[in-house]
């Protein structure tokens, strides 16, 4: 499906990108519950982007891992909270919880910048998290419909789950050791992938801060050409109701700010995955 994204007047150029280059996308929390009675998302954790929530509606909690321990924080309406690379997150539904998630380096996350809290014997295996990980598309033998595709992200979910509640009763013994080894096997899961990271950044979000210092040299020249090239875009989900990490996910797929998600791609982005 084409983003609804209104063109530019004629004689100017491409859609801008989002605001520093940033990705965005709706969420509502799965409403399955897990083992330990709690319903949400897939634990994951991000190892070069920082994520913002911002709370528009209902009520829950965001459950986060850091080597200084475990905390849940309240979400609600207007609530602004977000966390660096490293923090491992998982979204906890209330009541009719919905968030609007702000992702810094708009498309790494989609590109594998995302690494799932599975069990340590699969995150070990490139092959067995690339299977545990990617959801099936159309064309996948079996995948014949909405409910075989919520049947395995549920079974994603639960197997995140499994290895972050090991994660986090162990950071409540204050034993740190099991959080860092498994950012340890997170690094050698997406190593292959950083130059490619690499070059969205310096094509998204580097490009976005060095267009504003271009901006600013020419202001203090008294130099209004760039103004002439204002533009207005509007854009509508490319997507609606996903299955992502933490929940069903509206997504905007805007050139050069957030790549497509959902089920059509592997979170992983590993060499076995797609």
Request: contains cysteine.
């Amino acid at each position: 499906m084409s983003p609804d994204v209104s063109p530019p007047p004629t004689g100017q150029g491409p859609v801008p990108p989002l605001p520093g280059a940033i990705g965005l996308s709706n969420l509502r929390p799965y409403d399955w519950e897990a083992m330990d009675g709690v319903c949400g998302g897939s634990p994951h954790m991000h190892l070069a982007c920082t994520e913002a929530y911002v709370v528009t509606g209902g009520r829950g909690a965001v459950q986060t891992l850091t080597p200084n321990g475990y905390r849940e924080t309240p979400l609600e309406p207007g609530a602004l909270v977000w966390f660096t690379p490293g923090t491992v997150h998982r979204m906890v539904e209330g009541d009719g919880l919905r968030v609007t998630v702000l992702m810094e380096n708009a498309g790494l996350p989609e590109a594998g910048d995302a690494v799932f809290t599975f069990p340590p014997s699969v995150l070990a295996d490139p092959a067995a998290y690339a299977r545990a990980a990617t959801l099936p598309s159309p064309a996948t033998p079996g995948a014949t419909g909405p409910e075989a595709l919520a049947r395995a992200a549920r079974r994603r979910r639960d197997l995140a789950v499994e290895g972050y509640l090991v994660l986090r009763e162990a950071l409540r013994r204050s034993d740190p050791k099991p959080l860092l080894a498994f950012h340890q096997a997170a690094a050698r899961l997406v190593a292959h992938k950083a130059a490619t990271w690499q070059e969205r950044w310096r094509t998204g979000a580097l490009a976005a801060a060095q267009r504003t210092g271009d901006h600013l040299r020419a202001l203090a020249a008294a130099d209004p050409a760039h103004l002439a090239e204002a533009q207005v875009a509007t854009a509508g989900p490319s997507l609606r109701d996903g299955y992502g990490m933490c929940g069903r996910r509206d997504e905007y797929a805007l050139e050069g700010a957030t790549l497509p998600y959902g089920y059509r791609t592997s979170v992983a982005s590993l060499p076995s995955g797609g």
